[in-house]
Nanobody, 127 residues
Framework: QVQLVESGGGLVQAGGSLRLSCTASGRTFSSYAMGWFRQAPGKEREFVAAISWSGVSTYYADSVKGRFTISRDNSKNTVYLQMNSLQPEDTAVYYC????????????????????WGQGTQVTVSS
């Protein structure tokens, strides 16, 4: 059983920054791709960013490209999402999820491949 715990959410003004963290239990973290998703009130959960198991490959939704950066530290079983130039439309609950085993091409990863999810952390951006 894998547990994912997100942290780092909060309230920030437009133009500000936050860094989300997601720490995984277990010994196999480094063998899996990881992703971040978000869900705003009344909307479906949407993809934000993903990183390959090796950390070499990343992929972003167009809406966050150039503003958000995903990274990982396998020695700490942690994946990060650095969010800069935040806008009110970024307001959502952010979830991390475990992706495919040894997946490098995260751009083509289907959402169904993400099998374990965290409980989410709220990000609120005020205008």
């Amino acid at each position: 059983q894998v547990q994912l715990v997100e942290s780092g959410g909060g309230l920030v003004q437009a133009g500000g920054s936050l860094r989300l963290s997601c720490t995984a239990s277990g010994r196999t973290f480094s063998s899996y791709a990881m992703g971040w998703f978000r869900q705003a009130p009344g909307k479906e959960r949407e993809f934000v960013a993903a990183i390959s198991w090796s950390g070499v490959s990343t992929y972003y939704a167009d809406s966050v490209k150039g503003r958000f950066t995903i990274s990982r530290d396998n020695s700490k079983n942690t994946v990060y999402l650095q969010m800069n130039s935040l806008q009110p439309e970024d307001t959502a609950v952010y979830y991390c999820a475990r992706g495919g085993y040894r997946r490098d091409r995260v751009r083509s990863a289907p959402k169904s491949e993400y099998d374990y999810w965290g409980q989410g952390t709220q990000v609120t951006v005020s205008s």
